[in-house]
């Protein structure tokens, strides 16, 4: 499959460098950044999820009335919606948007995060929980027949869905993390295995352990990969530095977009940033850790460093290593939306082309050697 390109969406015009205390949904902005990155042609949106902040669903329903090829990945956690309430949901907003939902689910890597909202399962419990939710809403798409379920986790009776996906069949399921449990649940039954921006040593090991994952499961196809990344993009490498230390000035002081935890995370992927981020600050081409420093790993917060080139050759690199999603998203919001959607799309895409046509003119002259 082609490689695609994934942002996130900004309900309003706080972002990380120009924080807004409390901002409140801006409707107008929301709507003009999503048409915005449907217009440079990214293929996806993630809509985040977080026990303070707006309601994703409303959020991709919007997205969905205001733009005509995006797709809308809706962050999920488990505890906050039952299984057949959110097929339904989901299939709702697929019909909504003719065929654009997608769902991301988030396991929780956070006990006092997860509390807020009542729930207080051990981690492996959650991640236990996800995979019976994760086959709930399967069959929840795809069974014509009223049906019960009696598991750990959830139980009912009878339950028949009328809300089909518009293929008939199922939306994609994106799983997340970077712990063994992720690796399992999401190699045995995600479309999509969403990992953070690391170096390309330690992302080829975490692609050959999910891969891994579903050849045990005996699956006959593998998750795409979805890799993020923060990327500090400007005309020349020296002026891209210097933007990417104003960056981190603004980071390390002022007022604050999201509440930081100053404790060591529990989530494992935010450990194996922190890790990564003390060999040094700058790893292979361009991938910069002191923005992880500065957020504590709070979330994808790996920064790529450099002029256009320099990004479109470190994202070819994962490419290569097999991510067929590239999520890029800036600090400076709606404006680093217009540079990627400038500078970055384009030229990946147009290198990408460039290689398939060397292949084929390759394979064509193969055959006609033969």
Same mark, same amino acid.
């Given at each position: 499959? =082609?490689?695609?390109?994934? #942002?996130?969406?900004? =309900? ?6 120009? +924080?807004?205390?409390?901002? =409140? ?36 329903? &919007? ?10 990945? *809706?962050?999920?956690? =488990? ?32 006990? &006092? ?22 086959? *709930? ?6 069974? +014509? ?24 069949? #199922? ?31 330690? &992302? ?65 992927? #935010? ?15 361009? /991938? ?36 067929? /999603?590239? #999520? ?43």
């Amino acid at each position: 499959m =082609p490689t695609e390109f994934i #942002s996130a969406v900004a =309900p309003n015009a706080s972002n990380e460098l120009h +924080p807004i205390p409390n901002a =409140p949904l801006d409707p107008e902005f929301l709507a003009r950044y999503a048409r915005t990155l449907d217009d440079y042609g990214f293929n996806y949106t993630l809509v985040p999820y977080l026990s303070f902040y707006f309601d994703p669903w409303t959020i991709g329903a &919007t997205i969905a009335a205001h733009t005509k090829n995006l797709k809308i990945i *809706i962050a999920v956690r =488990p505890n906050t919606l039952y299984p057949t309430v959110a097929a339904k949901a989901l299939a709702t907003l697929d019909q909504l948007s003719s065929g654009r939902a997608v769902v991301h689910f988030i396991a929780g890597g956070d006990d &006092t995060e997860q509390a807020r909202e009542g729930d207080y399962l051990s981690k492996d419990d959650r991640y236990e929980r996800l995979e019976e939710y994760i086959r *709930i809403l399967r069959r929840a798409w795809e069974s +014509p027949e009223p049906f019960d379920w009696d598991g750990k986790h959830y139980q009912f009776k009878n339950f028949s869905n009328r809300v089909r996906p518009v293929n008939g069949k #199922s939306i994609p399921v994106s799983v997340g993390g970077s712990s063994d449990a992720a690796y399992r649940i999401g190699g045995q039954h995600a479309d999509i295995f969403g990992l953070w921006g690391e170096p390309l040593k330690e &992302t080829k090991e975490q692609i050959d352990r999910i891969y891994a994952e579903a050849e045990r499961a005996g699956r006959t196809d593998r998750p795409r990969i979805w890799v993020t990344f923060r990327p500090i993009v400007a005309e020349t490498e020296e002026l891209a530095w210097a933007k990417a230390h104003r960056t981190l000035e603004a980071l390390t002081s002022g007022t604050q977009a999201f509440p930081r935890r100053a404790d060591q995370p529990q989530n494992v992927g #935010s450990q194996r940033l922190l890790d990564i981020a003390a060999r040094g600050d700058v790893q292979d081409r361009a /991938l910069w850790y002191p923005t992880v420093k500065a957020t504590n790993a709070g979330g994808a917060s790996t920064a790529l460093v450099g002029s256009p080139q320099t990004i479109v050759d470190s994202l070819l690199d994962y490419v290569d290593l097999g991510a067929e /999603l590239i #999520s890029i998203r800036g600090y400076d919001n709606l404006n680093d939306v217009h540079d990627y959607g400038r500078l970055i799309l384009p030229k990946v895409r147009e290198a990408l082309q460039e290689r398939a046509k060397k292949a084929l003119a390759s394979n064509g002259d193969a055959v006609g050697s033969g």
